[in-house]
Nanobody
């Protein structure tokens, strides 16, 4: 499956953005999908995850809980990350990833994911 992340940009503190992760080649609904981010000079970190099929299970990093929402539209083969109340510390390159194994307990681990998108830059100015 090929993943294309988009929707990043330059915004101000408190603004919102919606990132999209569009899949081609396979049905994204069959995959557990995660969003990760990497800030300059830092390790890539887990942001949010959504389970496959209905996406009834979702998970967030503590740093984004209550501000970010992950969702999926299987008909559009797309997973979204709605980001509200953005802060300068949210500045990073955001990546979406898909896991064919779909083990929920491993959702925050990079090694659990088989496919990665190219990343989209989010910059939040203060």
């Amino acid at each position: 499956v090929q993943l294309q992340a988009s929707g990043g940009g330059l915004v101000q503190t408190g603004d919102s953005l919606r990132l999209s992760c569009v899949a081609s080649g396979r049905t994204l609904g069959r995959y557990l999908v995660g969003w990760f981010r990497q800030a300059p000079g830092k390790e890539r970190e887990f942001v949010a995850g959504i389970h496959r099929n209905s996406g009834s299970s979702v998970s967030y990093a503590d740093s984004v809980k209550g501000r970010f929402t992950i969702s999926r539209d299987n008909a559009k083969n797309t997973v979204y990350l709605q980001m509200n109340s953005l802060k300068p510390e949210d500045t990073a390159v955001y990546y979406c990833a898909a896991s064919s194994g779909g083990i929920w307990s491993s959702r925050a681990l990079e090694d659990a994911y088989d496919y990665w998108g190219q990343g989209t830059q989010v910059t939040v100015s203060s």
